[in-house]
């Protein structure tokens, strides 16, 4: 079935160039075949034809992260996000690929300033898992816990957040090199 779709799609691409929606179909069937390296290929002609679609940046960055292509990644979903900078979700697709880069430092300066803006809800806590994860590599255990509960000024509600600091309160000193010894 997905075959068909690519078929007919790529037909009216031939008819149609300039529509960047057969494009983004096209990308989400390649996508649903985890084709990602021909996914990023029609997002890029979809970002060529309309450089507005922020749905484009965003799936290109999905793509560019299942390839490991974490740099790209992050790129990606930065540009979706300067485009829709209230969409967490670009944000966070953007903090993850920075994580898998080893980048805490940069995870610490993407989220700070949004994290205490943002309210309270699912999003927001997703957010401040990277962020508490990327700290833990950064602080020590209290100073992490302390930098989580000043941007959730000290509120304690939900067992996702509760766990996340008492987390962070009990991780391994990173300055604590006698903790490292085998």
Known sequence: MRDAAIEQLNTLLEIDPYYPEYHMELAANHMAGEDYDSACQCLTKAIAVDRSIVEAYGQKGFCKMRMERFEEGYESYMKAHRLAPHDADFLYG???????SKRHREILDLLTSPLQSMAP??????????YAEALSFEKTPQAAADSVQSITRGEERGEQLRNLIATLKTAHDPSDKAGLKC
């Open 94 to 100: 953007a903090a993850y690929c920075l994580a898998m």
């Open 121 to 130: 809800g699912e999003t927001r806590d997703d957010l401040l898992t990277v």
